[in-house]
Every structure is written in C-alpha cells, then in structure tokens.
Nanobody, 123 residues
C-alpha cells in the first residue's frame, strides 16, 4: 500500500493551498481517510477525517471553517482544501488510510501513512 501526498508549499498568511493524496494497493473506497500534521518539536495532531463514502467528515477545532476534506473514490484520491491559512498551520501534513470505513480522530485508527508534505505559511 502506498500513499503519495503532494501540494504543499510556501504561502502567505490568508492564502490557500490544496493538498492531494493518492492511494494505491488497497480498495480506496472501502476505507476512511485522514489528514494529520506535525510541527517541529510537537506531537502529530489530527486535522480532518472523512469516512469511506465521503458522507461524514470531522475537523479539529483549530481548522474548522477554514479547511475542507473531500475524496474522489474514482481517482483514489483524498483532498484537503486549506483556506485562510495562518502561520500556526505551518507543519508537515500527512495523509493516512484508515483501518476501517468510519472516521477516526486517533492515529491508531489508521493503517497506512504517506510520506508527508511541507506546508509553510509566512506572516
């Protein structure tokens, strides 16, 4: 199973980015997906999760109203649209493929992880 995340970069505060994560090696549409992030010296934290069909999503309070998670099961891809970015959003962002079909806040709820993509927001 491979997860390849891309779309990170450097953006000014108030700007936007869209991250993508392509999954191969398992039936994508059967599993929930999640995005996590980890800043230097900090623990990995939950950002957003989406269930197998895309019908259920949950967000960390810190990104609610600014970020949107979505998926295209025909393309084996999950997205994270990030708007109104802030310097505190600066992190390496990781996509993860779930152990089951339901959403999960916890890293233990995910079986496979991507390599991460750096997002840097300048003030």
């Amino acid at each position: 199973v491979q997860l390849q995340a891309f779309g990170g970069g450097l953006v000014q505060a108030g700007g936007f980015l869209r991250l993508s994560c392509v999954v191969s090696g398992r039936p994508f549409s059967n599993y929930a997906m999640g995005w996590f992030r980890q800043a230097p010296g900090k623990e990995r934290e939950f950002v957003a999760t989406i269930n197998y069909s895309g019908g259920s999503t949950f967000y960390a309070d810190s990104v609610k109203g600014r970020f949107t998670i979505s998926r295209d099961n025909a393309k084996n891809t999950v997205y994270l649209q990030m708007n109104s970015l802030k310097p505190v959003d600066t992190s390496v962002y990781y996509c993860a493929s779930g152990r089951g079909s339901s959403t999960s806040y916890a890293p233990s709820g995910y079986a496979y992880w991507g390599q991460g993509t750096q997002v840097t927001v300048s003030s």
